[in-house]
């Protein structure tokens, strides 16, 4: 020990020799490398021309050495010199991790960094131990009580180092018991569903709520405490929580002690402070009412609808706080609401920002909120609502902060996420109700990013040749009035639709008008001139549309009048996930048309959130139709039927399958003739004999039979049930839709053809395909699985679907998908 004091003593005194007292005359630094000489001159304290001592120069080496950059410093004397000799600390040439998961690499090199801990800076080893010893605790906090972290140093030339951090993050404890102890009014297993946190059970592989955490653990009491204070135990407390782990360090066993305390019923509620609105108005609002039983939430909500009804007064920044006093005689709480409704709020400026595409004049004519006005709560959530119902955008967020150095000026913030809103493309898809899809287009929802809604197409599938070009201007007038156009020419060949065996070509143009109502009402009206040309494909054709070309022949030039109201709350423009919608549609042709009919329809859909993020919603929707002709024409033109199956309808069944099939006439065979009459086909195909008269004559003068095509019908009668559910490993939702679904519906004829009237004789069969009316037992249902993602080329949709009641003659389709879009 002596030996040891001596040593230190000389080495001191060995440090600061001939330094007892001198003048310094000049400083030399000696070993700097990577430290400038200026920042160890801004950091010594002895300055030429001073007179120094032993403890001058201990503390001046302290002083130097508090910088942290140095591993070694000694002051020497050359004559009137003073030498600084330094060995800089080493630098972290390179920073390595190796075996983190659970933490990404990026977060513990942020955590190093703020620390000291990174490539360019200064190696020292007391601040690594430091951070070993907090990223093991960052993985005890998630449960990892085996988690282990080693560090290699290695030193380089030029003072240099490379350091490397071994993460052995372990596993993640599970929880094999938890117990609520103290609890007298709830069931033990009551009390645990008010946790996330769950011991083992069937489903923790996928949603690991039996991995112990910390900060789990805390959200879960503070649930539990908001669990007894809504059904009125304001007394109650949590007095201890006690986690305790298996020696294996696999297991985790937590306890937690309740004091429950009494029911308290409410007695009186008061409101305080500066009313601002009509104490009546404040009062509908308050939601918790005399001589119930207490319950904060009731009392958090009563507190937010006071502080929103104030927000729309312009008083954006009030403050609403609801007061428990508590008699603890009679066990009732006697609440006071005061107001401090501060100083009216106006806004200085409206900013967009993410709108990279979309112009800011078609965000800022759905602002309701208007700059320089008093901010209103309510106006500018109208608006942002506004802007989620465009279809332009993932998300809208709204931000309202203060304008620096003003009480009573904000700033309103929207933060926009565009997508895909149309495509420009030359493509080339596929479709399983239409086939191949080829062609050029241009479509677009936001055109050139004016929010006009643009498309134009040539296109070819199976089944139809179309060319067109459309235009809408949401925004013809700065009221709102929208105004469209559109020209068209198009040929179809219905066989390939799974119709039936005709084509028609048809062409025209339509103009339309919309008008805003009311924020959630339009009204639009449309003029539309059409000529159509039809064609009977072959022979083969049933009697309905044969019969329709007899009376109202095969040309038809129509003027067409149509009239739309529209009233929907849906939460966005594309894939909503609350709110709902309602359309009524009435076309008809102007009287002195060549064909006079009407088609009205209705449609309708809501959505029943079931989660607060709305990742899981519950929607059902409707579709009903009805047409029929007026004056000289006598029923709907069959062309302009109603249709029902595939993806949007029905699903499970093949897409324009379902309905009233016709009826098509049955020659006779006339190489087969005896005694027993004539052979002739009958509905299913199968010969039969009809008896002949003594001239050869059958006494059944016509047959017929059922067409494999379905013909549509003018009763259109849909329904379907969703169940929205995220997609599980797919972080953003917004762009894809997943639904579990159920639908239901078909189309009716309510005039069925009446064979013997279409052929002049006096036969009277029935018809083989063609039930009038609506019919309960026809209502086909279907179910399965639907996914839709929106991509730059335009929705994608695939359908796994089956139908659940079909019949002998009925198409059904299991997987459905669609790539592109038909114009």
């Not at 990892?144 to 003072?159: F, G, H, S």
């Not at 240099?160 to 007298?184: C, F, P, Q, W, Y």
């Not at 298996?246 to 305390?261: A, L």
Request: net charge negative.
């Amino acid at each position: 020990m002596k030996f040891t004091l001596f040593s230190l003593f000389f080495a001191f005194t060995a440090t600061f020799v001939q330094a007892a007292s001198f003048t310094v005359k000049d400083i030399r630094v000696d070993g700097l490398q990577r430290v400038s000489a200026g920042s160890v001159f801004g950091s010594f304290p002895i300055n030429i021309g001073e007179n120094v001592d032993s403890q001058k120069l201990a503390d001046a080496s302290k002083k130097l050495f508090s910088t942290g950059y140095f591993n070694d410093i000694k002051l020497q004397r050359d004559g009137d010199i003073l030498v600084i000799n330094l060995v800089e600390l080493p630098t972290i040439t390179e920073l390595e991790i190796d075996g983190n998961s659970a933490i990404e690499t990026e977060q513990l090199k942020g955590g190093l960094k703020q620390a000291g801990l990174a490539e360019g800076y200064v190696f020292k080893r007391s601040t690594l131990e430091r951070l070993e010893l907090e990223l093991e605790r960052q993985y005890v906090g998630q449960g990892r009580y085996d988690a282990q972290i080693d560090t290699e140093v290695k030193k380089l030339p030029r003072n240099r180092v490379s350091l490397k951090i071994n993460v052995d993050e372990g596993t993640v404890a599970s929880i094999s018991h938890m117990n609520v102890v103290g609890a007298k009014n709830f069931t033990k297993k009551e009390l645990i569903n008010q946790f996330e946190l769950k011991p083992s059970n069937l489903w923790s592989w996928y949603q690991s709520d039996d991995k112990y955490s910390r900060e789990k653990l805390g959200g879960d009491l503070e649930r539990l405490r908001s669990f007894y204070l809504d059904r009125g135990f304001i007394r109650f407390n949590v007095e201890s929580t006690q986690v305790s782990l298996s020696p294996s360090k696999e297991d985790v066993f937590i306890t937690v002690n309740v004091h429950e305390g009494d029911v308290y019923t409410v007695n009186k509620v008061n409101l305080a402070g500066e009313l601002i609105v009509d104490q009546e108005l404040l009062r509908k609002l308050v939601i918790v009412k005399e001589g119930e039983t207490f319950s904060r939430k009731k009392v958090t909500l009563t507190q937010d609808l006071i502080s929103k009804r104030l927000g729309n007064e312009g008083f954006t920044f009030a403050s609403v706080n609801g007061v428990p006093k508590i008699n603890d005689e009679d066990k009732t709480v006697e609440l006071t609401f005061f107001v401090e409704p501060g100083k009216r709020t106006y806004v200085r400026r409206i900013n967009f920002t993410g709108n990279e595409s979309t112009k800011d004049e078609v965000l800022r004519r759905e602002m309701l909120q208007m700059e320089a006005g008093w901010a209103s709560t309510e106006l500018i959530e109208q608006s942002k609502k506004r802007l989620e119902q465009l279809g332009f955008f993932k998300g809208v967020n709204v931000e309202t902060p203060k304008v620096p150095g003003s009480d009573d000026l904000i700033d309103v913030n929207y933060s926009v996420e565009e997508q895909p809103s149309g495509s420009l493309n030359l493509s080339i898809g596929y479709s399983s109700a239409d086939g191949l899809i080829v062609g050029t287009s241009v479509a677009q929802n936001n055109f050139m990013g004016t929010g006009t809604k643009m498309s134009t197409a040539l296109n070819k599938t199976d089944a139809v040749t179309s060319v067109n070009f459309s235009f809408t201007d949401p925004y013809y007038t700065v009221d709102g009035i929208s105004r469209g156009y559109s020209v068209f020419y198009s040929e179809t060949d219905f066989e390939e639709l799974s119709l039936s065996s005709y084509n028609i070509d048809t062409y025209g143009g339509r103009m339309s008008f919309g008008f805003p109502i009311s924020g959630r009402e339009r009204l639009s009206f449309s003029i539309e001139a059409s000529k159509t040309f039809m064609e009977a494909q072959s022979s083969g054709i049933p009697e309905e549309i044969l019969n329709f070309i007899d009376i109202e022949g095969d040309e038809f030039s129509e003027l067409t009048l149509g009239s739309n109201w529209t009233w929907t709350t849906l939460n966005r423009g594309l894939f909503p996930t609350a709110g709902a919608k309602q359309t009524l549609s009435l076309e008809a042709t102007v009287p002195g048309s060549e064909l006079e009919y009407y088609r009205l329809t209705y449609q309708a859909q809501k959505y029943f959130p079931i989660s607060e993020n709305g990742d899981w919603t519950f929607r059902i929707r409707t579709d009903i139709g009805y047409g029929a002709g007026y004056g000289d024409t006598e029923e709907l033109p069959f062309f302009r039927n109603f249709r029902s199956g595939g993806v949007g309808s029905v699903r499970g069944y093949s897409s324009n399958s379902l309905g009233p099939r016709g009826a098509i006439k049955q020659n006779l065979v006339q190489s087969l003739v005896d005694s027993e009459g004539v052979a002739i086909l009958d509905a299913d195909g199968n010969l039969q004999f009809v008896d002949v008269d003594s001239d050869g004559d059958s006494n059944q003068d016509v047959t017929y039979s059922r067409d494999n095509n379905s013909l549509g019908g003018n009763l259109l009668t849909e329904a379907s049930m969703e169940l929205v559910f995220p997609l599980p490993f797919i972080e953003d939702q917004r762009s894809m839709r997943s639904v579990v679904f159920l639908d239901a519906g078909n189309v009716f004829d309510t005039n069925c053809l009446l064979l013997s009237e279409a052929n002049g004789t006096g036969n009277t069969n029935d018809h083989p395909a063609c039930i009038e009316g609506f019919k309960g037992n026809e209502i086909r249902f279907g179910t399965g699985v639907s996914v839709t993602w929106v991509t730059a080329i335009g929705p994608l949709t695939f359908t796994f679907a089956r139908a659940l009641n079909s019949k002998v003659r009925d198409e059904t389709e299991g997987f459905e998908f669609s790539i592109g879009q038909v114009f």
